[in-house]
């Protein structure tokens, strides 16, 4: 990781908040509350050379403890140019989150993407 950002805020993408390429799984101002389960998990599956390697997130929105969020952000070894994003909850349906992927080429997001929506 080159830099992390400090910002309060979540910007639409592009953001210079960010100096590489980055994954917004959801980005917002969540928070692990400590003492309890929630925390972000990591697992690799498969093999050369088709491994993913799963990023899982347990968490909660800042001051607002009631609200619930679990995701994850799938990498595929064979597919670099993929990244999935599978939702279980998000107390507020992503309503003041910033999700996508933004390339460090002249803080451009290169962004194709496919939505399916359970209601």
């Known amino acids: 990781m ?12 592009p953001s210079s908040s960010f100096a590489g ?3 917004f799984g959801y980005w917002d101002d969540l928070y692990i509350k400590a003492g309890t389960s ?23 929105h800042y001051g607002l403890f009631s609200e619930y969020y679990h995701f994850q952000i799938v990498f595929f070894e064979n597919l670099p140019n993929i990244v999935k994003y599978i939702y279980f909850e998000a107390s ?3 309503s003041s ?4 992927v933004q390339s460090k080429l002249f803080f451009v997001s290169l962004m194709k993407y496919m939505c399916i929506l359970k209601c």
């Open 2 to 13: 080159s830099s992390c950002s400090t910002t309060y805020s979540n910007q639409l993408l």
């Open 92 to 94: 507020d349906s992503g």
């Open 97 to 100: 989150a910033t999700i996508g």
């Open 21 to 23: 390429p980055t994954v």
């Open 38 to 60: 929630q925390n972000i998990y990591y697992a690799v599956n498969g093999i050369a050379p088709n491994r993913t390697i799963t990023f899982e997130f347990y968490c909660t």
